[in-house]
């Protein structure tokens, strides 16, 4: 009995030291939030002045003309309708490898889980000489099109398409319904906590994405705020530290709020048939 005793004591304090690890780097940026350029360079765990909150939170939303924002809504383009789209073609994908016996669908499957494995920086040079012959480079669909193909995306959607009974598509064919109304009415419903499961995951992926926006994307105006955070500096070049946590800080705001809301459908889930 004092044997267990001990083994829980030293499992809960392992837990605590691996949360503290990992709330750290979230507490330290919060607190660089309220710190000036000074302040930052003093190794200071504790909280700065609220003063210097409020204006290193003017000083980012008022940075060369308020581009903070610009960068704000092309990561929120980005991640939404690159998430959603591919998602979409996941889902049906999915759908197609759940309902339909095709020639060639085994070796398909082998290829898509082959394909997952390649890491995506990996395929950022093809994209950037295939988006400069035909005009892309510099403009929104050339981060936008490489987000609407998720490979791991359509093995996860036939792992939840293959939940659902045969006998519920018969059921609906039955009663009349074609590959449309099953797909949108019967099956789709049955597969939402994947569906948002997988958005959840491509839109984080999306959103951190450094590599792709800093090889096909010159303008400023264009830059995700990943990649725009980066840029912040003064006018003799060098990095503005404060600006830059504080633009950081509200980063990683959005990915809250977002899983926050969506968590209770966040079920990730690996199931084959």
């Known amino acids: 009995m004092r044997l267990n005793k001990r083994f829980y004591v ?35 765990l504790l909280p700065g002045r609220p003063s210097h909150l409020r204006s290193n939170m003017s000083g980012v939303f008022s940075y060369q003309n308020g581009v903070f924002l610009s960068w704000m809504l092309n990561s929120f383009l980005y991640a939404t309708v690159g998430a ?15 309902r339909y016996d095709f020639i060639g669908k085994r070796l ?9 494995m390649v890491p995506g920086f990996a395929t950022t040079l093809p994209l950037f000489m295939m988006f400069r012959d035909l005009s ?30 045969e006998e519920v598509f018969d059921a609906a064919s039955i009663d009349g319904a074609n590959d449309l109304i099953a797909f949108w009415k019967i099956g789709l419903p049955n597969v939402i906590p994947g569906f948002i499961t997988l958005f959840l995951m491509a839109f984080v992926s ?22 725009g955070i980066t840029t912040i500096t003064d006018p003799q070049g060098f990095p503005v530290y404060n600006l830059t946590l504080t ?6 705001l959005p990915l809250l709020i977002l899983f926050v809301s969506l968590q209770r459908y966040f079920k990730p889930q690996i199931y084959m048939r």
Not at 138 to 164: C, E, H, K
Not at 208 to 222: G, Q, T
């Open 10 to 44: 030293v499992i809960t304090i392992v837990l605590v030291l691996l949360a503290a690890y990992f709330i750290f780097p979230f507490y330290w940026l919060a607190i660089g939030t309220t710190k000036n350029v000074s302040q930052l360079f003093q190794k200071s």
């Open 108 to 116: 398909l499957f082998v290829l898509i889980i082959a394909f997952a």
């Open 84 to 98: 959603f789209v591919g998602v979409f073609i996941a889902a049906l994908a999915g759908y197609a490898f759940r």
């Open 206 to 227: 999306i959103w951190n994405n450094f590599f792709l926006p800093l090889v096909v994307v010159n303008s400023r105006a264009r830059m995700p705020l990943i990649l």
């Open 136 to 165: 892309l480079i510099d403009t929104r669909l050339a981060v936008l099109l490489p987000s609407f193909v998720n490979i791991f995306g359509v093995y996860m959607m036939v792992s939840y398409w293959n939940q659902i009974e």
């Open 247 to 252: 633009a950081s800080f509200f980063t990683i």
